[in-house]
Every structure is written in C-alpha cells, then in structure tokens.
C-alpha cells in the first residue's frame, strides 16, 4: 500500500507527545486511551513508552528529564535527535486538546488494524480452501479490535439528580398489559401445546394493532418473526389462517424463514449470526425468535456461560428501543429447558401448558400461565384459558377465559350432574379446598 494511503495522523501524534511534555498534568486524560502502539511514527512510539514508563512510576517526564533519559541509553537517533525533540515540544503550544488528539491517533490505529485484518484475509484466501476457518479467524480479529474501543466514549455515568430530571420515553404498550415497548419475554412449552400458534398470533396483533386473548396493541407497529424450524407451507397455512382471523391487515409483519435462505439461517448465538441480522432490525418495533434451540445453535442450553452472547445481544435491542419475545421448550420436568439464567433481564415468562383433563381431540387448547410479570400485576397476571374454535360457519376464532372462572364452571358444572365433592376432585386433579371454595361461591350465586 502507497504510504500516503496508510491512515495516521501526524501532526496529532506531535501534539500528544508535546503536550505531555510541557505539561505532565495531562497523561490522566489520556492513560487509559492509548498504548505505544497505537503511534504509526516509531519516533512517537519509543517516546510514548518512555513517558508511559515514568508516569506509572510517578516520575516527572517533562523536556530536560526525557532528554536526558534518551541521551543516557544513545536513543537520541531512534527518536530523531535532540531538535526533533525539542521541536515537538516548542510546536505544542498547549495540551489543552489532548484528548481529542488522543481520539484521533486511536481511531486512525484501529483503521490500520483492519486494514491488516483485510490484507490477511485477501492472502488466506489465495492459498486456502478453508473458508469456516477463515471467517472463524476474522470474527476472533475483529471482536480483539472490538475490545480496543475506548469505553469512555460509549459508557455514561449519571448523577442521581441529573437522573431523575432526564426526560425518559415512557414504555407505551406494544401488546397491553404484558409486553411494552424495549420489553424481553418468553412464552415456552413442551412440545405439541402450542407455542407458535400463540406467537405467531401475538405477533400479528402487533404488527396490526389488532387484539389476541383480550391482550390489545394500540398501534400497528413493525415486526419480524424469525422462524427456526417450520416447513414454508405449514407457515404459509397458518398465517392464511390468522389473517383471516383478524380484522386489521399487518403490512408490518415481516417473516424470516428457513425454507426461502440458500445458505440456511444465522446462529444468533454467534457474532457472525447477529450481524448477518443486524440489517433487517433496524426499523423494528418487536423480534420474534422462534425458537432458541433452533435459532441459538452454538451456546449449551445447560450452560449459564452459553446464553452471555444472546442476553448481550438482547439487551442491545432493548437499548435500540426494540422488543424481543423469544420462543423456547419445556423441559419434561414442566420447567423451561436449560440454564434458568435465561430469566434474569427477562419482563415476561408466560408458561403455556394442557389442562390435565385435556384431549387431543380438542386441538390447540392450553393454559397461559405468567411465571414472571415484573411490569404488570392483580387481573392482568392471572392465568388465561385459549382455545382455538371452529364457528358453525367455518371461521376459527380464539376463546379465553380466565382459568379461576374456568375451573369455577367446570365444578358448578360437575356438581349438577350429581357428583360429590371428592369425586370433583378426582375429575378435575385440584385440592379439596378449591372444589370447596367453588361450592360454597355457587351456592351463595344460587347457582347449586
């Protein structure tokens, strides 16, 4: 590469070394933010180090001490000479703007370093076939030159009065009550109960402003469903279905899935896989990732370590101002499958299970339980009773109830057809306090 071509900055690295020799006040400034390294001038590096050197030793590093410190070790060459020196120093007039030469000097350093990571790329390609190993190469380059940034640029730290004076954006509702906007969910289930069907309804409720289960979204806002596993007709089916099912369109529905990508789909548990994404987020109100075991490939679903890359990537969203819902298995415990650390940043865990006196026959019918409600509560967090159902003119719609006064109706219902007390609670599989309570509600109701 032509020289004149190679990024760095000067008259920058002049001002830094000169700035830190008339005034050894600066170097806190600037100690955190660059290494000898960093300086494309080998003059400016060895007169970096050497000052670094000092001042870690709280030792004074003005003119006459580096002088004579380069004299004593016959570096005076490596560094230009005593006029280089000298002169560096009489051109700095203040070290006022260090810092900002100092975020110059960095970013023309990292601009050097990619450029390294491309030519070494661009040669490893010539001569090899392995091109998982490469791009495996370049990620662990490029997440190394990642780590280089300089964090006081991106990390903001608050005073509590500056704080609670900040003009917040309110977390409006994309799906009341229970998933606002930059909110982090989970619905799992065993298999078969019927996860993407409630996903894929949410999803289309929000991508319309439509209503699911009496949760309602006030306004049509922009979604895309990342499917992991579903055969592109059974997706095509099934969204045929809940379009007719809703009143309103969603133009802002927008479907990832696995049978239209040529080279499969992203690992979002990998970087490579987050940024292959990255594009198509932008302008996206809600993700929907169905389902982690498909979707999140590399991490060990055991593994607490595992699921760091995808709760990073998650809370990234939600600063961005996005909502992600993912979708994820129960164990055969009942429990969701893997490290429970999947919970910590999460708003909403809504667990989706059969009733115990469920038949197949019934289809997709389950109870929605909410094992995490940090932003909602009372009536809102009670669990739901659904159940798809087919009217007598052919339209299938969703029913819900809430499951106390589903249970209350099936026990009412019971004891008028002659049961006992006990037998209700064989029927049923609850405690004999609840069947009680229902009993002793019904007849106050003279219902019994």
Same mark, same amino acid.
């Given at each position: ?90 051109? +700095?007039?203040?070290? #006022? ?13 990292? *601009? ?80 078969? @109960? ?8 949410? #999803? ?56 239209? *990508? ?9 970087? /490579?896989?987050?940024?292959?994404? #990255?594009?198509?987020?932008?302008? @996206? ?15 060990? /679903? ?45 708003? +909403? ?21 909410? /094992? ?18 087919? +009217?007598?003119?052919?339209? *299938? ?25 006990? /037998? ?9 306090? +609840? ?14």
């Amino acid at each position: 590469m032509d020289i004149n071509q190679i990024p760095y900055a000067s008259e920058a690295e002049q001002a830094i070394i000169g700035g830190l020799l008339i005034d050894n006040q600066a170097w806190p400034t600037i100690a955190d933010k660059l290494q000898s390294k960093d300086f494309y001038d080998e003059r400016h590096q060895w007169l970096f180090e050497r000052i670094s050197t000092l001042a870690q030793n709280d030792k004074v590093f003005d003119l006459l001490t580096i002088l004579d410190d380069i004299k004593s070790c016959d570096q005076l060459l490596v560094v230009g000479g005593e006029a280089y020196v000298l002169s560096v120093a009489k051109n +700095t007039p203040t070290a #006022a703007n260090i810092s900002a030469y100092a975020d110059v000097v960095k970013t023309k350093a990292q *601009q050097r370093q990619l450029i390294e990571i491309g030519q070494s790329l661009v040669e490893n390609a010539i001569v090899s076939n392995d091109v998982t190993k490469m791009l495996q190469q370049v990620n662990s380059q490029l997440l190394s030159l990642e780590k280089t940034l300089d964090i006081s640029r991106y990390l903001t730290v608050v005073g509590i009065a500056d704080f609670l004076q900040a003009e917040l954006p309110q977390r409006d509702a994309l799906l009341a009550p229970w998933l606002p906007r930059q909110g982090l969910a989970m619905i799992y289930a065993k298999r078969g @109960v019927g996860k993407t069907h409630i996903a894929l309804n949410i #999803a289309y409720a929000v991508a319309s402003g439509g209503v699911f289960l009496g949760w309602e979204a006030p306004k049509a806002k922009n979604v895309l469903y990342i499917d992991g596993e579903m055969p592109a007709v059974v997706m095509q089916e099934r969204l045929a279905d809940i379009v007719k099912q809703h009143e309103n369109e969603a133009a802002s529905f927008n479907l990832l899935t696995p049978d239209m *990508q040529g080279k499969g789909m992203p690992d979002l548990s990998t970087l /490579e896989g987050q940024r292959l994404l #990255a594009p198509y987020v932008e302008d @996206v109100d809600l993700i929907v990732i169905d389902n982690i075991s498909t979707l999140c490939r590399t991490s060990k /679903e055991n593994e607490a370590e595992g699921w760091v890359s995808m709760q990073e990537w998650a809370l990234k969203m939600r600063s961005q101002g996005r909502s992600v819902l993912f979708v994820h298995h129960a164990a055969k415990n009942g429990n969701q499958r893997g490290t429970s650390k999947r919970e910590d940043v999460l708003d +909403t865990v809504m667990m989706l299970k059969h009733a115990n006196d469920y038949d197949p026959s019934e289809g997709a019918a389950f109870e929605v339980h909410f /094992e995490k409600s940090r932003s909602f509560y009372g009536d809102d967090a009670q669990p739901l009773q659904a159940k798809l159902v087919t +009217t007598s003119s052919g339209q *299938q719609t969703w029913q819900s109830s809430t499951l106390d006064k589903s249970t209350y109706e099936k026990v009412v219902e019971l004891s008028l057809d002659g049961l006992a007390p006990r /037998e209700i609670v064989e029927e049923l599989d609850i405690n004999k306090s +609840t069947v009680s309570r229902h009993l002793k509600r019904a007849k106050d109701e003279g219902l019994i």
